[in-house]
């Protein structure tokens, strides 16, 4: 009980003593407060506002071949190239590039690109579910702000186009060189077919002789015309496969060559006004400010008493 009560007797004489001090420091705590405080509310009030510009758009992919799925499996090295045109998924790393932040410096108000890049936050969002992509710009400059949106927009629109139509193009090639294979391959078949037929007809010449002169009956069957004949067919065949294979990809090559127009304007822009949000967090800063005027008018005054101890002694 009585280390109790010391204890009590002791807490009572601290505060007493601290309140003693800060009636004796008064002015330097009402003066660096006020101080503080000057200097904090004029750079709450003199901080301008920032600006949250809103754009939703979608990326169409109505390009897709989803009729050429029908095709054989001969032809998944072409419809496998759609992997590779520009997806969702691929947006966000497309809009971080300098192809795309550069376009930034067509703006008459932005001077240098990086700067503002740096001073204006992008963001992109992806709603994955619906496909809707949402980009954010925030500015202290609500026109520039909004005009940084609709150039990245359409930055990344032709940089997707570009992208794609090189996709396009060389995947038409590959089926443009398949299809010149194929047709060598028919000429090939072609010339074999001729040069089978020949053997033939000299083979049937050959057994016309030799039953004219009695080495054959005329009912004898001749294995080597049937097994021309067989070869014959084998070629027949190839010649009709290459003929079917040849179609196809001709009907890929001009659906490719229809489709390639539709890489045009792929982004759609949902929200043709954007919305608006204004960022000023005023009240939460003159908490702030006023937190650390107090804190500072409280530190003064332990900094000085300590001085003024030490002149003392």
Known sequence: MDKKEDNNIEDSIDLKTLFRLFLKRKWWFIGTVIIVLAVGMFY?????????????????????????????DTQEKYLNNQSVFIGTKDVGLILKTDKILQSLDDLEE?????????????????????????LKVKNTDKKLA??????????????????????????MAMIDRDI???????????????????EIQDLYSELERQQVSGNVLLNEPHYD???????????????IDNQYQIKKLDDLYQGFLSQKNNV????????????????NNRLI?????????????????LVVNYIYKLKQK
Do not use: C, H, W
């Open 44 to 72: 709450v009030i003199s901080k301008p506002t920032t600006y949250e510009v809103r754009y939703k758009f979608s990326l169409r992919d109505d390009y897709v071949q989803d009729d050429y799925l029908q095709y054989s």
């Open 110 to 134: 932005i001077d240098d690109y990086k700067t503002e890049v740096n001073t204006s936050l992008i963001n992109l969002d992806l709603d994955a579910d619906k496909s809707i992509f949402s």
């Open 146 to 171: 909004k005009k940084i949106a609709l150039n990245l927009m359409e930055s990344l629109g032709e940089q997707i186009k570009i992208s794609d139509e090189k996709i396009f193009d060389n995947t």
């Open 180 to 198: 010149k294979t194929l047709e060598d391959e028919a000429i090939v078949f072609e010339d074999k077919i001729v040069e089978i037929e020949k």
């Open 225 to 239: 015309i049937l097994e021309k004949k067989s070869e014959l067919l084998l070629y027949q065949e190839k010649i």
């Open 264 to 279: 045009d304007n792929r982004i759609e822009v949902i929200t043709k006004d954007p919305s608006y949000e204004e960022e």
């Open 285 to 301: 800063n003159t908490v702030i400010v006023i937190l650390l005027s107090l804190l500072t008018g409280i530190v003064v005054v």
